[in-house]
């Protein structure tokens, strides 16, 4: 029901956008949220979007510099610039029934449907 793509293998300082094509699902009653995993990391939240409530969240690690949108249908996409070494990792986007808070948006668990992920490499 979510697939991501717009992964791929940057140099440092370049952008990408990748896209979480949703199905069977509303964005109107979904929440997504994107999350990261480096090798041998744990799982980040980096961003959240409920676009029937409008709210917006971001990680520090990426605020200013990534930006979640969607077409309010079925595409939700996170605009990544100016990106560095850091962010090489798998990404994936995920739906949450519930509206969630800044206290909870991070949460995995709160989740309840996940992608399979895309592979985000920078390097020089």
């Known amino acids: 029901q979510l697939v991501e793509s717009g992964g791929a293998f940057v140099e440092p300082g370049k952008f990408l956008r990748l896209t979480c094509q949703t199905s069977g699902l509303s964005l109107g009653d979904y929440a997504i949220g994107w999350f990261r995993q480096a090798q041998g990391k744990e799982r980040e939240a980096i961003a959240y979007?409920?676009?029937?409530?409008?709210?917006i969240f971001y990680s520090d690690s990426v605020k200013g510099r990534f930006t979640i949108s969607s077409d309010s249908y079925s595409q939700v996409y996170l605009q990544m610039n100016d990106l560095q070494v850091g962010d090489t990792a798998t990404y994936f986007c995920?739906?949450?029934?519930?509206?969630?808070?800044?206290?909870?948006?991070?949460?995995?668990?709160?989740?309840?449907?996940w992608g399979r992920g895309t592979q985000v490499t920078v390097s020089s």
């Open positions: 995920a739906a949450s029934r519930r509206y969630l808070k800044s206290a909870s948006w991070a949460r995995g668990e709160l989740y309840n449907y």
């Open positions: 979007t409920s676009t029937s409530v409008g709210t």
